[in-house]
């Protein structure tokens, strides 16, 4: 087991605003990605695209983002994620403000592949930053963090129906929704730790050749699991944003709107599981977290895929989204410890690679599948890559395993602020 070692800032630990700058950062990349995804219909009337065209031009934005991740962890291990967030932020709102002007296929691939870059970069950044302010706290907080993402997609969401409901063309939408990513994203970075303090307790610091050498032995071995670990878990939850509703409709003969509800419960529970699992993870520890994670989530799509009912059904999408909501931060939070010093950015860039590239490729080959042998047989292959979780679950709590903050000897305690106070002081609450 490895424990968190802390270097101090000062006489302190991280202090709150790191935590809300971090919970920012999440939020605004669900946001941007949210207004896209609602405007969609809109975009491609205008750039007149059909869906064949829209779907090869959605390609550049899996592209950009995976090219994006890479530079990322790069970037991240040299400047700092600090640069990172800020540097995603504006390639966003760029993106966004391109989107608003395309007006032919060719022009809303340039735009979707700067849009990916982005969201590729601030992805990678914020959860290498997310990984330093966890191992701050002394016990885990990486679920809560990404439950901030789904909250942002939510806001988005929401903000973006009502601004159509009230007959604002998508243009002016996507051009707020850019200034707006760019005002968040200076609010986080502010917030958010610099290079020097975002180190996270290495021991010593890596020169730059160090800090950006690629991964070898037990970390290469240890990494390449994680990345299956965050390709399979990825893969399940890109099929559910596509192909739960469809599942609905197509196997078991359900309304549209009565379909919806099958991706509003497993959202709904995946999220509001995110915001509690934290605290399960500092009892049981990140082990059990995807152990027991993933078998409930095989339980719930062995009752989705054997259920004749849709009440049935629903129960089974609710157990598998409690069942995968901490799983992938626990994923990342151990990709982020892997290595010392800045290295680690490097080893979360390529983990991160890894499940979104299981995101990409998943309702693609359920699509496939689906095709050939029908939605409900397509679905015992995610069903299947889940079982990795439940034998490889000891590489997470091998890296992971969050020991309580210690502060050095005669360093002050500010009084009144929970982040700063003795982990057994909080366990006896």
């Known amino acids: 087991m490895i424990t968190y070692s802390v270097r101090m800032i000062g006489s302190t630990t991280v202090p709150k605003r790191a935590r809300r700058a971090v919970f920012l ?54 400047l700092g994620s600090r640069v990172s967030v800020m540097t995603g932020a504006v390639l966003l709102a760029v993106g966004l403000l391109l989107i608003a002007e395309a007006g032919s296929a060719w022009g809303l691939s340039g735009a979707l592949f700067v849009f990916g870059m982005g969201n590729g970069c601030i992805d990678v950044a914020m959860n290498d930053q997310a990984v330093v302010v966890e191992r701050r706290y002394g016990r885990p907080i990486m679920a809560a963090f990404h439950a901030l993402f789904s909250v942002g997609g939510a806001v988005g969401a929401g903000l973006g129906a009502l601004v159509q409901s009230v007959g604002i063309r998508f243009e002016a939408s996507l051009t707020w929704t850019a200034g707006l990513v760019v005002v968040l994203g200076v609010v986080a970075v502010l917030g958010l730790l610099g290079r020097r303090d975002a180190q996270a307790a290495p021991e010593r610091d890596d020169t730059e050749a160090e800090a950006t050498a690629a991964p070898r032995g037990p970390i290469l071995r240890r990494a390449l699991v994680l990345g299956v670990l965050a390709f399979a878990f990825m893969l399940a939850e890109g099929m559910v944003n596509d192909w739960s509703a469809l599942h609905a409709r197509q196997h078991l003969g359900e309304s549209a709107a009565s379909a919806s509800l099958a991706y509003f419960f497993f959202a709904v529970t995946m999220t509001a599981g995110r915001l509690v699992v934290d605290r399960v993870a500092a009892t049981v520890g990140p082990t059990r977290v995807v152990r027991w994670g993933s078998v409930v989530a095989v339980a719930g799509l062995v009752v989705v895929v054997t259920s004749p009912l849709y009440p049935v059904t629903i129960v089974g999408w609710v157990l598998f989204g409690a069942g995968v909501a901490g799983i992938v931060p626990q994923i990342f939070t151990a990709a982020g410890a892997l290595a010392p010093g800045r290295r680690g950015s490097i080893v979360l860039s390529r983990v991160v690679s890894g499940g979104y590239v299981g995101m990409l490729a998943g309702p693609a080959v359920i699509g496939w599948l689906s095709a050939g042998v ?26 992971t395993d969050v020991a309580p903050a210690r502060r050095t000897p005669g360093a002050s305690e500010p009084a009144g602020t929970d982040e700063h106070e003795a982990p057994e002081t909080r366990a006896a609450r």
């Open 374 to 399: 029908g939605i409900n047989t397509a679905l015992v292959l995610p069903l299947v890559l889940l079982v990795v979780g439940v034998v490889a679950a000891p590489v997470v709590g091998a890296t």
């Open 25 to 78: 950062a999440f939020f605004l990349n669900g946001f941007a990605l949210a207004l896209w995804v609602v405007n969609v219909p809109a975009v491609a009337a205008s750039a007149d695209v059909g869906n064949a065209v829209l779907g090869t031009t959605l390609l550049a934005l899996g592209a950009g983002s995976l090219l994006a991740m890479q530079a990322s962890g790069y970037l991240s291990a040299l």
